[in-house]
């Protein structure tokens, strides 16, 4: 059994696609929107066979077994030529509360989203574009029928319904008061001192209503702010609009990376002040020891499925660079142990380390007790798992969710011994800005 490719005229923008397959229902879209080996491909489905999400009660791993048997049902398929990333397999979402299904703990924050902790569904094609061979193709898994695949090539020749213009109809407003977020800071700051937590990644949310279609909303966004890991999707309770810098895990024949991003400045008004807070966030020892206690964090996750000896630290205190901040990032490699997949490396590290604190158990146990409201989707997963075995995951930061005329979003950022409130208060400002202002 082979995948059947249709190679299509290069689109450098999946997202123009969307409006012709979204009626199929459950569309995904993963937009790679910068041209870097991160942001190689870009990839695009709807219409999913199933969809799996947590029963009631159930274990994390039971919902991660049921979704391992659905992918080894669907089975493997071989390429007529050079493999690409993804052909069928299960694209969604795992939302940070899935966490709770993984591990014990308290329930205190507030849960105002109708969202499932997870939600995958399983896809047997895809539209995919390589942005730099410059070339998209529709692929298809042996179990979709033929007419089914030319049914989605003449979606394709077909003009879609323009989507309506997006509005906000008030401002984003913060909905904790900053004297709020500063008695949570110092709460952070005693558990530090206590011996509790070295770092805590502290969030705030905001929202605003809004009217008319959120395929507007993140067509805007996706402008102003093009990053690796975007990612939109839909489902009867709303819209997911991501617009993430960030790798959680990526699986590929066996090889294992995870990228976390630790350390952010606001961009410069002039060149010159935007090279000197790059220079500034690179020599930052604030920023270097914070970041370092993820990476040690998440060798310590890796460690859990990789096999002995082979973590690695390739890369530490990498700059990357955005349209709205500066990151410090790092990569951490490792190779899956025998008898390890990536749902059993997901179950170990998730959710990410980057956006919890470190030890992590803890540090969600205190996030649970200082944000009044859960994180939902916010610091989750969306990506694909694919039927043979490959697996790439963003961390959902810069994420909004698009509910009941709706919009959500959060700004975070780690908390560590030598912080200053009103600088960490700023950084979640920063991250946000651009969001909010391309939507003003």
């Known amino acids: 059994m082979h995948y059947q490719l249709t190679e299509l005229g290069y689109q450098p923008r999946l997202d123009a696609w969307l409006p012709s397959v979204r009626d199929l229902g459950h569309p995904v879209l993963l937009d790679s929107a910068t041209p870097s080996q991160l942001g190689r491909y870009s ?49 969604g979402y795992v939302s940070y509360d899935f966490g709770r299904h993984l591990e014990a703990l308290p329930e205190l924050a507030k849960a105002d989203i109708r969202l499932p902790d997870l939600r995958m569904g399983i896809h047997l094609w895809a539209l995919l574009s390589d942005h730099q061979q410059r070339q998209s193709w529709l692929v298809s898994h042996p179990r979709l029928p033929n007419s089914e695949h030319e049914a989605i090539l003449e979606r394709l020749r077909t003009s879609a319904v323009a989507p309506a213009p997006f509005h906000l109809t008030s401002a984003f407003q913060a909905e904790q008061r900053r004297t709020d977020y500063q008695q949570a800071f110092e709460r952070i700051q005693h558990y530090i001192q206590a011996g509790d937590c070295y770092q805590i990644n502290l969030a705030q949310r905001f929202s605003a209503d809004c009217s008319g279609d959120p395929w507007s909303a993140w067509q805007r966004l996706r402008q102003a702010c093009p990053t690796p890991f975007s990612a939109y999707l839909e489902s009867p309770d709303g819209a997911l609009l991501c617009l993430s810098p960030e790798r959680f895990l990526q699986v ?90 990536a749902l059993d490396l997901l179950a170990a590290a998730f959710p990410g380390g980057s956006i919890t604190g470190a030890p992590k158990i803890r540090a969600m146990q205190i996030i649970e007790e200082l ?25 959902a930061i810069r994420t909004l969710i698009h509910q009941d005329d709706r919009l959500y979003l959060w700004g975070g950022g780690g908390i560590v011994a030598d912080s200053e409130a009103e600088a960490e208060y700023q950084e979640t400002l920063t991250k946000v800005r651009v969001l909010m202002e391309a939507l003003n």
Not at 47 to 76: F, K, V, W, Y
Not at 80 to 91: H, R
Not at 255 to 263: A, F, L, Q, S, Y
Request: net charge negative.
């Open 43 to 91: 990839l695009l489905s709807a219409g999913p066979s199933q969809i799996i999400e947590p029963l009631h009660a159930e274990h994390g791993r039971e919902t991660l077994a049921r979704l391992r048997q659905l992918l080894a049902d669907l089975g493997p398929a071989s390429w007529p030529g050079q493999p690409l990333p993804f052909g069928a397999g299960a694209l």
């Open 252 to 341: 590929h024949d066996g090889h294992v990376e995870t990228r976390p991003i630790k350390g952010t400045r606001g961009r410069g008004a002039t060149p010159e002040q935007d090279q000197a807070l790059a220079e500034e966030l690179l020599e930052c020892l604030k920023d270097r020891a914070e970041n370092l206690m993820i990476v040690d964090l998440l060798r310590n996750d890796l460690g859990r499925s990789c096999r002995p000896g082979s973590v690695r630290v390739p890369e530490l205190f990498a700059l990357e660079t955005y349209p709205n901040v500066h990151h410090l990032v790092s990569s951490v490699t490792g190779e899956l142990a025998e008898g390890q997949d």
């Open 371 to 395: 944000e009044p409201v859960r994180r939902s989707l916010y610091c989750g997963s969306i990506g694909y798992i694919g039927c043979e075995g490959q697996m790439d995951l963003n961390i």
